[in-house]
């Protein structure tokens, strides 16, 4: 069986918008080891759609379908759904009362656009949506005939409406379309054995592409897994995955691959599944009963906002000091105004005095600091734009400092400079070598650092 | 003439990665007013591959492909397009220098696989990549035979290959791409008279979608103007679109379109094109010579990164602190303990506190604060999770404090609270009511607040 995900929008065609709902509905239908081949876009524009939809009810057998379920003009897929598949459209009144009460929960009054949202085509499987006026809905379609020469796969499609709003279709993709495409599958399988595929997704950082794929190109023919890349500044991630009989005899074969994996190139894997840096050294800090502060220049609040993006993390943060004025480092952090005197803001004897500043005011175990040179002005011939100092002060050993040249714009300047400070706090404390990113001083096709 | 873009990679299928190329060449192609009816994603699958370029090598003038043009084995686009349309690879030997250059320059060695970067399809226009190791090539095909029933454009279809890395992409498109189409389309007219597009990006903050539509409504239908909605939480834009003979009349008609869209809705519209709130806010503080600093409990630092997220912020925000815990509110900011002893930290006294001492510290012109609860834990009966306080201290007036329930998730909760706080600081410049979105209690498809 084969998936397709079709996406409808004006504002997806014109790039006014970064269409991330294929990646949302393509990486939960691998659940179900769906082969998604197809993924196309059209407009909000009848006769666009409609081709869109008869070609995927003739390739596809499941068809997803986000976007143009709102109350406005533009939002007409379930009356092009409709009638391309020769459908009257009804009114559904329980969703007609859902859509009312919410409007009521939100005391507003509802528009009369609104209504129109509870109206499906004939038998059509109504999909509730909790947190939103657009219920979706799902209808099974006669594959129409092919023109000359195309292939035409036997039996039926079934499609998909969903809303374009991505948490809501999340919400209706997990609760009501993935368990329905289950359902479906076991019922088509009949019990018949069918291959399953598991997969883990291993985040790494300070190693680049190049160098990972030499470093482990023998696992990725040793045709127990599938090795794949995916960089996302300024990580690099690796997706082992296997399919096997069993889901048992696949989740072995994964578990050989991260040891594997780990053995080869071991602290530069941080993390695994949905881990962030943030969360893992949020973890290692509550596991140990550790606290944190955070002294930034050139960061901004950065470091601090990642770490008070997981929830939980008042346990172990402590708080941070944004010190972007030299009045401020030496107020706020009692870094002495002799030493940005003679030694500059950016320099070691700065932000030492950042990160054993912040560490005392707060009383935390760990300072981290920053301050650099993002760009894209400030430089000088000594002090460059992408120079960039970074200090961990400790409870037990000395203060930890050292300077890099990242040369990338100021947003993956800061970015960067983050992820070497949070790194450093997580392999001080799983008593890893602090070392920085050697090779960032490089851009490349396709290869983070 | 019309475009498609093609996208090539696992990786897009499987939804490891979002895929923002597409936004990004649309966006560029509609300088040119260049039609974007197709989108396509396929597999880094040569028989897909082939596929997806046939059938754009019929139907559309300008081909965009992404992807697949890095030095692994999965990186097949060069290969397949030469085989696709029947041309021999050559070796190009500028570009082979080039890369070797780039890494001599990085000081590493060139693996063997990057040699295959420089080879190209006969005949083909290669288009340098000043920042990576991918060049681009563009050549022109005839259009094969379509099958029966099947559309076929006369004349001859463009294809441009483009590495996936978006930095590299976008700077291909802008320096090598787009001029290449803009002399093509001229070539094309022969001086003939052409429709001009032009277009107006609106941020909006504040007012739901469709009191949006309810208040402007009247304008979209009035057919001068095209206007697009587009929400991206918590802010809509307002993207009103203009076609005429001459880029002067466009202009106009643009123009008239913003100022009627400003007379009805005023505040709520926030900035223009690639302006953000955080800019905005920086430009009217540079303009006055005033100064900032932040105190931020729940948002961790989130205002702090988004103001020195601005290039040259340094000149307005002086910097601030982050009391995720209570003993920082009062060391750092001076938040009497008793107070948040008898008040509790997120309370009006705790805030108005936070505000008044960050400014005071800092010896900054405003000072605003933030404290609440963003969950998913930490509520109460009487403090639940989604309500926070936010203040504005300022030299002229009294301290501005009021209190929110946002009833969205942690993250949601943090970028709203951010963006009603650096809201406040431009409404309190501009003179206009320091008011908070009343709408914010709700969900809704399609609707950002």
Redesign the interface.
């Known amino acids: 069986m084969n998936a397709e995900i079709i996406t409808i929008g004006?504002?997806?065609?014109?790039?006014?918008?970064?269409?991330?709902n294929?990646?949302?509905?393509?990486?939960?239908?691998?659940l179900h080891d769906l082969d998604?081949?197809?993924?196309?876009?059209?407009?909000d524009d009848p006769a666009?759609m409609r081709d869109a939809f008869l070609r995927a009810s003739r390739r596809s057998d499941f068809v997803l379908v986000s976007g143009g379920?709102?109350?406005?003009r533009d939002d007409m897929t379930t009356e092009v759904l409709s009638e391309t598949f020769g459908r009257k459209l009804e009114l559904h009144p329980p969703s007609l009362a859902a859509i009312e009460a919410?409007f009521a929960?939100?005391?507003?009054e509802m528009?009369d656009?609104n209504r129109k949202?509870a109206f499906f085509p004939e038998d059509a499987d109504v999909l509730e949506?909790p947190?939103?006026?657009?219920p979706g809905f799902s209808i099974e379609v006669a594959r129409s005939g092919g023109?000359?020469?195309?292939e035409t796969r036997p039996g039926h499609a079934v499609f998909f409406a969903m809303?374009?709003?991505p948490?809501?279709l999340d919400r209706m993709m997990d609760e009501q379309v993935i368990p329905r495409i289950g359902a479906r599958l076991a019922e088509v399988s009949g019990g018949r054995e069918k291959q399953v595929v598991r997969a883990a997704?291993l985040a790494t950082f300070g190693m680049g592409e190049?160098t990972l794929?030499?470093e482990l190109g023998d696992l990725m023919r040793d045709g127990n897994v599938e090795l794949?890349?995916?960089?996302?500044f300024p990580d690099n991630?690796l997706?082992p995955v296997a399919r096997a009989a069993t889901i048992e005899e696949a989740d072995a074969k994964i578990a050989e691959a991260v040891t594997a994996i780990r053995e080869r190139i071991g602290d530069v894997v941080y993390g695994e599944g949905t881990e962030t840096m943030e969360s893992v050294v949020g973890q290692e800090l509550a596991n140990r009963g550790l606290t944190i502060a955070?002294a930034?220049s050139c960061?901004?609040?950065?470091?601090?906002?990642r770490?008070?993006?997981v929830?939980?993390?008042?346990a172990y943060?402590?708080?941070?000091?944004?010190?972007?004025?030299n009045?401020?480092k030496t107020?706020?952090l009692g870094v002495p105004a002799a030493v940005i005197e003679s030694e500059g803001a950016v320099s070691e004897a700065s932000v030492r005095a950042m990160a054993e500043g912040v560490r005392e005011?707060?009383?935390s175990d760990f300072g981290i600091a920053t301050s650099g040179i993002s760009?894209?002005?400030g430089g000088t011939p000594e002090k460059p734009v992408g120079l960039v100092w970074i200090a961990l002060a400790t409870a037990d050993s000395a203060t930890h400092a050292q300077s890099f040249v990242f040369e990338v714009?100021?947003?993956r300047h800061?970015r960067l400079t983050a992820q070497v400070a949070l790194d450093w706090i997580r392999r001080s404390m799983i008593g890893a070598e602090l070392i920085g990113p050697s090779?960032m001083?490089?851009?490349?096709?396709?290869s983070a650092p």
Chains 1, 2 share one sequence.
């Open positions: 004006d504002e997806l065609m014109r790039g006014e918008i970064v269409d991330s294929k990646a949302r509905i393509a990486e939960r239908l691998l998604c081949r197809h993924q196309v876009s059209v407009l666009d379920l709102g109350p406005t919410f929960r939100i005391g507003r528009a656009t949202q949506n947190i939103g006026t657009a023109r000359e020469g195309e809303p374009g709003v948490r809501e997704l190049s794929e030499a794949g890349f995916r960089t996302s991630f997706r955070t930034e960061t901004g609040g950065l470091i601090a906002e770490l008070t993006d929830p939980g993390s008042s943060f402590l708080g941070g000091v944004v010190s972007y004025s009045e401020a107020a706020m005011r707060f009383g760009g894209p002005g714009d100021r947003s800061r090779l001083r490089r851009g490349g096709s396709g």
